[in-house]
């Protein structure tokens, strides 16, 4: 079987979990089958024609004649679609002739912002009209590139051409599949398929060093909460950059318990994890799917504290992996849980990742998902 696997990758100023998780996958399927990728990545500081040619791409749902010419060169039996915002864009999918199968790594088919949030709070507005998501600058905080992504996402979330044109659609929690199918995504054409993470040097049961929070510096991501919450005499490292990393550096000087790192690669993420005494996941955001780094975590056997109402929550009540906070109190009594708990926590830990994550598991799932879909073309 041929897979072609596109991908509209991020920026590459800073480690990137979708990226990461694309990049992992790829690896993991090329050892049953035949793959290739066609990815095109947003630069860096695009110039004004990289955005034009976006903007005109998401406005017009133009054809991509390179990838369409990749696909009618490498014929593959089926193509499995990422990220398409703002490179691939959508037209070149009524020139796809096999079956397709999509990763809704996000809420992109109805949210400008992928998250479902304004202001740090709950938001579908765009559901009654995406102009919502102009007047607010919704994408990248400005109305001007809103605009064409307010015509890319005008109309109904089952008429959107991904979601039309896909044979079937990947959900990466209970929680996101939840949320598309409330939104108008058809339950008969949603899979619920999670991430996997990455076989992991497992923690020592003995070792006791910071908390660690990696990712995005942003609002959604749920940092100024944990900033209010976060007690003064529990250690805590915070790896990565975005819109909040001056409030971060502040934070960091001004507390002897947290230390700002900066940006690291993926890599130098993993060893910290091997150090570490737990992870902290504060999204206020659902998340699109099980966060990466807590996979990575619960695959190294560390315990998590996690914001209740994120995927990494969601999984810690299934599988009691950690502990969840809503306020300072309930996260000053999740830290308390977790060190009095910590060789169980680590124990459930590495069962989970086990039971459900590892890559053996998504490559069985994933082929017998890519054997159905092909099946039922035909094919």
């Known amino acids: 079987m041929k897979i072609l696997v596109a991908h509209s990758r991020y920026s590459g100023s800073q480690p990137s979990g979708e990226n990461i998780v694309v990049d992992a996958q790829v690896a993991v399927l090329r050892t049953r089958f035949d793959v290739v990728t066609y990815t095109s990545q947003t630069p860096t500081r695009p110039t004004l024609s990289n955005r034009l040619i976006a903007a005109h791409s998401m406005m017009t749902n133009g054809s991509n004649s390179d990838i369409t010419e ?3 060169d490498e014929k593959p039996d089926l193509v499995h679609v990422h990220n398409v915002v703002p490179n691939l864009g959508l037209g070149w999918l009524d020139d796809v002739s096999v079956p397709i199968v999509a990763t809704l790594h996000n809420f992109r088919t109805m949210c400008m912002k992928g998250t479902m949030m304004l202001n740090g709070k709950p938001c579908a507005k765009c559901r009654a009209t995406s102009l919502h998501g102009v007047v607010n600058g919704c994408y990248r905080n400005s109305r001007v590139q809103s605009v064409p992504m307010s015509v890319h996402l005008s109309g109904p979330v089952a008429d959107y051409l991904l979601v039309q044109r896909a044979t079937c659609l990947l959900a990466l929690s209970e929680r996101a599949l939840r949320m598309h199918v409330e939104n108008g995504i058809p339950r008969a054409k949603i899979e619920l398929l999670p991430n996997f993470g990455p076989a992991s040097t ?6 006791s060093g910071s908390w660690i929070y990696t990712g995005r510096l942003s609002e959604e991501k749920g940092l100024r909460r944990l900033m209010e919450y976060w007690p003064l005499e529990a250690p805590l490292q915070i790896v990565g950059d975005g819109p909040m990393r001056r409030e971060i550096e502040w934070w960091s000087s001004s507390s002897e318990a947290v230390d700002y790192l900066g940006v690291r690669t993926h890599e ?37 504290l996690a914001q209740q109402g994120n995927a990494a929550a969601d999984d810690i ?3 009691g992996t950690g502990a969840t906070y809503t306020d300072a109190a309930s ?3 999740g830290l308390d849980y977790i060190h009095r708990n910590q060789l169980t926590l680590r124990r459930a830990s590495r069962a989970r990742y086990a039971e ?11 082929s017998g998902l890519y054997t159905g879909v092909l099946g039922g073309a035909g094919r």
């Open 70 to 72: 990749c696909i009618a």
């Open 202 to 207: 497992v923690v020592d049961d003995a070792a």
């Open 268 to 304: 130098e993420v993993l060893e910290l994890l091997t150090s570490s005494r737990g992870v902290v996941v504060p999204s206020i955001w659902a998340e699109g799917a099980v966060p990466q780094v807590y996979l990575e975590a619960i695959a190294a056997g560390l315990p998590v």
């Open 317 to 319: 009540h299934a599988s």
């Open 331 to 333: 996260l000053k009594m």
């Open 356 to 366: 459900r994550y590892t890559p053996a598991k998504w490559l069985e799932s994933i």
